[in-house]
């Protein structure tokens, strides 16, 4: 069964249409509808939809029921979203120019095995989609005057002996030898056109595989752990093995003198021997007591110098060196 409306007498559609089980093309083109009713799933058998030139702003949802449909048109419309057409893998025949579309249905295309023809020119789609390069039927493929800059590498697997049109003119694409191709259409360039974007097509990221590449990129380093007050502490031996080194040094530039070794520990200071007074005399005890001072002086002088490890530890300028206690 075949509804034809003449042009320009309808402006809606009435929802007994639903009641024609047995349509199987439905023209309503060139008229002044603004809507078509959602009765579609009434209409199993509809494999034909002409609704072009008409003033539609979306597709009814029922649309995705009709599993037989093959050759959709509804170009110079002001439609927003195809997505109704999504579920629809049995397509041969697309035509979407003109809208106000920003992307394509997110079709199957591994499963549309009949699909010939894709047009949606004059949109404001922005991207393309790889899979149109699973197409093994596509024919003519129309997406001029949109806003794609890329052009998938995907699309360097259609067959040149199946495709014979490719219109991309009218976008900001990125490479300029792409835009050199599709500048005059000709279908002697699809071929050329196939073997270039085959190897410098754009690569998209696989977004979906949660973790993939960007995932890698966005993986850090393990920050590292705040140092502890501890590691200012010095351990117990450090300071016996310092003054011992620094006791090496200034030995080995005594001539003849060979250093000390090293003390297993800090040995704790000597006590000095207490002075001796002479004991006073009787006459002269003032020599005397001089005499006992030069002598305790002398002796004194002639003492071995005495090691003090604490100097280190207190911070004393001196540390690791000789003195002499005057």
């Known amino acids: 069964l075949r509804l034809e409306m003449a ?12 009641q024609l ?3 199987t093309t439905l023209i309503v083109s060139s008229n002044a509808l603004t809507a078509l009713p959602d009765v579609f799933a009434s209409l199993p058998r509809l494999r034909n939809l002409e609704a072009a030139k008409n003033e539609l702003r979306e597709l009814p949802p029922s ?3 009709l599993s037989q449909l093959q050759v959709v048109d509804v170009s110079h419309n002001q439609i927003s979203s195809a997505a109704p057409l999504a579920p629809l893998v049995g397509l041969v025949a697309v035509q979407l120019g003109d809208n106000a579309l920003e992307s394509l249905p997110e079709w199957r295309y591994e499963e549309m095995e009949h699909l010939s023809t894709l047009a949606a020119p004059a949109n404001r789609i922005s991207r393309l989609p790889p899979g149109i390069g699973s197409l093994p039927m596509l024919a003519a493929l129309d997406l001029s005057g949109n806003q794609v800059r890329q052009v998938p590498i995907e699309l360097g697997s259609l067959s ?5 049109t ?19 259409d000709a279908p002697t360039l699809v071929k050329d056109l196939l073997n270039h ?3 410098n097509g754009h690569k998209e990221e696989a977004a979906a595989a949660g973790g993939g590449k960007k ?8 920050a590292a752990p705040p140092p502890s007050d501890d590691d200012d502490d010095e351990p117990e031996g450090s300071v016996a093995d310092l003054l011992a080194a620094l006791n090496a040094s200034s030995g080995s530039e005594s001539e003849g003198e060979a250093p000390a070794p090293a003390p297993a520990s800090a040995p704790a200071a000597a006590p000095l021997p207490p002075k001796e007074e002479p004991p006073p005399t009787a006459g002269g005890g003032g020599r005397e007591r001089d005499r006992g001072r030069k002598r305790a002086r002398e002796a004194e002088e002639s003492a071995p110098p005495v090691i003090c490890p604490i100097a280190l ?9 000789g003195f002499n206690d005057g």
Do not use: C, Y
């Not at 309808?10 to 249409?17: A, I, M, Q, Y």
């Not at 040149?160 to 014979?164: G, S, Y």
């Open 7 to 18: 042009a320009g007498a309808l402006t809606s559609l009435p929802p007994r249409l639903g």
């Open 21 to 23: 089980s047995h349509l």
């Open 63 to 65: 649309l995705s029921s």
């Open 160 to 164: 040149p002996k199946k495709l014979q």
């Open 166 to 184: 490719v219109r991309l003119a009218g976008n900001p694409l990125a490479d300029p030898r792409i835009r050199r191709f599709v500048e005059t």
């Open 197 to 199: 974007v085959a190897k």
């Open 215 to 222: 995932g890698k990129k966005g993986k850090g380093k393990a």
């Open 313 to 321: 530890v207190a911070g004393h300028p001196s540390a690791g060196a």
